[in-house]
């Protein structure tokens, strides 16, 4: 059954964030993301969605009443990243309920059902295939593009390639008896923490695997587990405070900069994407914030308009899934950023006489959340514009360099410029005369 979905909330006009500044302080742009709520399957009453993929499909479960009974679900964009979608309920196969971790660019899906043992599955074309209980904890936390998954078993980590139906058991750190796998890249680089304790496992470090069988470096100090992974084996790491006060601040870790401390209390739900921006909530304030490297922190407040309970997944473009729990139903709603090219000018004119360089600005209408890369192109070799460029997150115009030639009669050259907005490509562009 298949139907479409046009819920899309544009959030109001609010403070505009200023594009150069990266503080705890920063007020985000409230029409930052386009923001369409994940409603249930007809005819249920709830609904979570768990699973995002690179290309923006969605894996959820809706349910009647009971947490432990539901049918899954795929929501597929209108185009690859886009604010609209359909919904279409998936045949299930043998288990009660269907809560979907992970889902990859072609809509495979991997989670567990908590009703039946905790009994991992992968669902791919309408078939369910069973992979096992976890017996601990979750065992089934990523799988990439290329169908491998990383599963743990009572404390072994395995990777379980879907095309091939081989389990492979991950490599244990020296010196510790149990291990988990949390997430893993389309490279195969996997990242997780090793354990002694296996009650609490409070005695954990972060763990990385270069392959699914090298041996495992340890990565950050004890009270610590890498949690998410990238395709650049960049990693996000949460740490234990003790038992009893529970995880703390996020560090980022990467082999060329090794450790990096971000300050910034967020005791679960980190992620980071393929383009190195890292997503969480704040465990103060219980408010959403992207954080780099380089740039430090930035809360949403403002272009979040509701409170959100937890952060399930997070794309390089830049979308995230995000609950607000109003009890007794919960409400799920994927954000996406709302690139939107507004301009493409030249702030020394349109008529110019080569050969020369010249700038030429390209402006987007509201500063989003994630580095938009925008695609230029010229109807002439008069002028000849790189193929692309990245408008860095949460700034609004870019300035690049252009190369005009002679000419030897007068010429009306087109620039364009194009970028992936939430109802599909916006562009704009400028004609440039070049006089001989």
Same mark, same amino acid.
């Given at each position: ?24 302080? $920063? ?8 923001? *369409?709520?994940? @409603?249930? %399957?007809? +005819? #249920?009453? &709830?609904?979570? =969605? ?107 980590? $395995? ?8 389990? *492979?058991?991950? @490599?244990? %750190?020296? +010196? #510790?008896? &149990?291990?988990? =796998? ?130 399930? =997944? ?123």
């Amino acid at each position: 059954m298949c139907r479409s979905i046009h819920l899309v909330a544009m959030v109001g006009l609010c403070a505009v964030l200023a594009a150069s500044v990266w503080s705890q302080s $920063a007020v985000a742009d409230p029409e930052s993301y386009v923001i *369409t709520q994940i @409603p249930p %399957l007809a +005819g #249920f009453t &709830y609904v979570s =969605a768990g699973a995002l993929s690179s290309k923006g499909l969605i894996g959820g479960e809706s349910t009647t009443g009971s947490a432990f009974v539901s049918t899954p679900f795929l929501w597929t964009p209108a185009g690859p990243n886009e604010a609209t979608g359909s919904e279409t309920d998936l045949p299930a196969g043998g288990l009660a309920s269907y809560n979907p971790y992970t889902i990859t660019s072609k809509g495979v899906i991997g989670g567990e059902d908590f009703a039946t043992a905790k009994t991992m599955f992968i669902l791919k074309n309408g078939t369910t295939r069973k992979l096992g209980s976890t017996y601990k904890d979750y065992g089934f936390y990523a799988m990439n593009d290329n169908n491998v998954a990383v599963l743990n078993f009572a404390g072994i980590p $395995a990777a379980y390639n879907v095309n091939t139906n081989k389990y *492979t058991n991950l @490599p244990l %750190l020296s +010196g #510790f008896v &149990y291990a988990a =796998a949390t997430s893993i890249n389309d490279s195969g680089e996997v990242v997780g923490y090793a354990y002694n304790d296996y009650t609490y496992a409070s005695d954990a470090v972060g763990v990385y695997w270069p392959s699914i069988a090298s041996a495992p470096e340890e990565i950050s100090p004890v009270q610590s587990e890498a949690t998410a992974l990238n395709v650049d084996g960049e990693a996000v790491l949460q740490h234990l405070i003790s038992l009893d006060s529970g995880w703390g601040d996020f560090t980022y870790w990467s082999e060329a900069t090794g450790i990096v401390d971000s300050n910034v209390f967020s005791p679960w739900g980190v992620r980071i994407n393929d383009r190195d921006i890292v997503l969480g909530l704040d465990g103060n304030t219980d408010t959403p914030f992207v954080w780099t490297p380089g740039g430090g922190e930035i809360y949403l407040d403002d272009a979040v308009p509701f409170t959100v309970e937890q952060i399930t =997944a997070f794309n390089a473009a830049g979308q995230f899934i995000a609950e607000n729990n109003i009890y007794p139903v919960s409400s799920w709603y994927l954000l996406t950023p709302n690139v939107s090219i507004e301009s493409v000018t030249l702030p020394k004119g349109t008529t110019v006489v080569g050969p020369k360089f010249i700038q030429v600005t390209v402006t987007i209408a509201h500063p989003v959340f994630a580095n938009t890369v925008v695609t230029l192109r010229s109807n002439d070799a008069a002028i000849t514009a790189p193929p692309q460029i990245t408008i860095p997150m949460a700034e609004t115009t870019h300035t690049f360099t252009a190369h005009v030639l002679a000419v030897t009669t007068s010429t009306d050259v087109q620039l364009t410029a194009t970028a992936d907005g939430p109802y599909g490509p916006t562009m704009a562009d400028v004609t440039v005369t070049v006089n001989p």
